[in-house]
């Protein structure tokens, strides 16, 4: 059974600096798709990125990048220059290839920036 | 474009009564559709979900049930609500492909008291 682990409860960063958030992921699976999601206090869940397990290339989406190591089955999701606005909670999740409808979450990231 | 409805966006309720969310869908057919609670400060718990039209699969047993009576609809309800049915309520749709996102709803604050 597949499974994501996030082990940073909470993380603290300062404006404008870098912040890696980790993830790391377990399948037998060959082909499966990793995203990530940030969940502000509103509560909505916005999807943020996605990488492919055959995608040779890190995912990119603005100052949000996916550091894909797939060896070390590792996601980590780095946001460069923090914004206030970045503080939320963050998702990882893993879906696999192959008819699987039940994507997989892990507990969360709490981020907070400080000014 | 999809866009992705989900109401009310908070509701209120005393134990024993019933309950009804909706979620609809708009811009896709045959979507797979999700309910998700999240009780505070934690993660997600899948507790439906529907790959098309009266097919249900429930991954927790419990006080809740679910239906897709249309190919975009999607219903999550209780007939008598316990107190921990408390949490945020998520509705989310996604594509068959393993590439595709989840897409989620608002959210639904339901407080039973």
């Known amino acids: 059974a597949q499974k994501i682990t996030q082990t940073q409860p909470g993380m603290f960063v300062q404006e404008k600096e870098a912040v890696t958030l980790d993830c790391t992921y377990d399948?037998?699976?060959?082909?499966?798709?990793l995203f990530w999601y940030k969940q502000p206090s509103s509560g909505e869940m916005i999807f943020l990125i996605y990488?492919?397990?055959?995608?040779?290339q890190n995912a990119t989406e603005g100052r949000y990048s996916l550091n894909f190591q797939k060896a070390r089955k590792s996601a980590n999701l780095v946001i460069s220059a923090s914004q206030l606005g970045d503080s939320a909670m963050y998702f990882c999740?893993?879906?696999?290839?192959?008819?699987?409808?039940?994507?997989?979450f892990g507990r969360g990231t709490s981020l907070i920036v400080h000014p | 474009s999809q866009t992705i409805h989900q109401w009310p966006a908070t509701l209120v309720q005393p134990v024993g009564s019933p309950l009804s969310l909706e979620c609809t869908v708009e811009?896709?057919?045959?979507?797979?559709l999700y309910w998700y609670r999240q009780a505070a400060g934690r993660g997600l718990q899948l507790l439906f979900y529907?790959?098309?039209?009266?097919?249900i699969s429930s991954e927790v047993p419990q006080n809740l049930s679910a239906s897709r009576p249309q190919d975009r609809q999607f219903i999550l309800s209780s007939k008598k609500l316990l107190l921990s049915d408390s949490g945020f309520y998520l509705c989310?749709?996604?594509?068959?492909?393993?590439?595709?996102?989840?897409?989620f709803g608002n959210g639904t604050r339901l407080t039973v008291t």
């Open positions: 529907s790959v098309g039209i009266g097919q």
């Open positions: 989310a749709w996604t594509g068959d492909d393993h590439n595709s996102p989840l897409h």
């Open positions: 811009g896709t057919s045959n979507p797979n």
């Open positions: 999740a893993m879906r696999l290839s192959g008819g699987s409808y039940i994507p997989t």
């Open positions: 990488q492919g397990s055959y995608d040779e």
């Open positions: 399948t037998s699976d060959q082909s499966y798709g």
